[in-house]
């Protein structure tokens, strides 16, 4: 299995552009998740899916972010417009029941000068 | 109050000496626990559950106390490999996890 693959590894963009993060699960996998994590905050839970619904969005910072999970392959994250403050290391996460805890993609670094 | 506190460290210790972590969690209800581990600039990844009887892996042994709410991490014979940030992790049951923030363990020859 290749686990879970998160697109880009880093990404640099400017302040009020749009930024789109990838993730694909593990296959089998019915629930996912996306984690930010900064030295401040730690990793946070911005929002998770369970079959493809998502179920709590309530660690979503703002307007400026929204996700998808259109298929039980794919979801995005996306920020428009990105802030500096945006700036962190943005985990996605699968795993097929709470008592077999998560498997983590790469991440995907951003900045956002 | 944080739902699951840990000590931040640094905790630096000699190869071959034994360290133990702990964490506390606020919520009764918590149902699953787990360590991660996670190195500098890669993602966390799964060390180990902890259940009430313990478990062990190797050098790694892990405990859970309900009635005081902590989990704690034993590590024996410490290698230089197992420099890292060790995550303690909660979940409800609710189908997320809640993560502490880590405690940063760096063994030295």
């Known amino acids: 299995d290749a686990g879970v693959i998160q697109s880009p590894r880093h990404e640099v963009t400017e302040m009020g552009q749009e930024v789109t993060l990838r993730c694909k699960p593990i296959?089998?996998?019915?629930?996912l998740f996306w984690y930010r994590q900064t030295m401040m905050r730690g990793l946070e839970l911005l929002i998770y899916?369970?079959?493809?619904?998502?179920?709590?969005d309530s660690g979503m910072p703002e307007d400026r972010f929204s996700a998808k999970m259109p298929n039980a392959s794919f979801s995005t994250l996306k920020i428009q417009p990105s802030e500096p403050r945006d700036s962190a290391v943005y985990f996605c996460?699968?795993?097929?029941?709470?008592?077999?805890?998560?498997?983590f993609g790469s991440g995907t670094r951003l900045t956002v000068v | 109050r944080k739902e699951v506190e840990q000590d931040p460290g640094p905790f630096n210790v000699p190869e071959g000496a034994t360290v133990a972590f702990n964490c506390t969690y606020s919520?009764?209800?918590?149902?699953?626990f787990f360590w991660y581990r996670q190195d500098c600039r890669k993602e966390p990844k799964l060390l180990m559950s902890?259940?009430?009887s313990g478990n062990e892996d190797g050098r790694f042994t892990a405990q859970l106390n309900r009635a005081s709410q902590y989990i704690s991490l034993l590590i024996r014979d410490s290698k230089l490999s197992d420099s890292a940030t060790y995550l303690c992790?909660?979940?409800?049951?609710?189908?997320?996890?809640?993560f502490g923030d880590g405690t940063t363990l760096t063994v030295k020859p």
């Open positions: 996460a699968s795993s097929t029941k709470d008592s077999y805890g998560y498997t």
């Open positions: 296959s089998g996998h019915n629930s």
């Open positions: 919520n009764s209800a918590s149902q699953s």
């Open positions: 992790v909660v979940n409800k049951g609710s189908g997320k996890s809640t």
């Open positions: 902890v259940y009430s």
């Open positions: 899916f369970n079959n493809n619904v998502p179920i709590d």
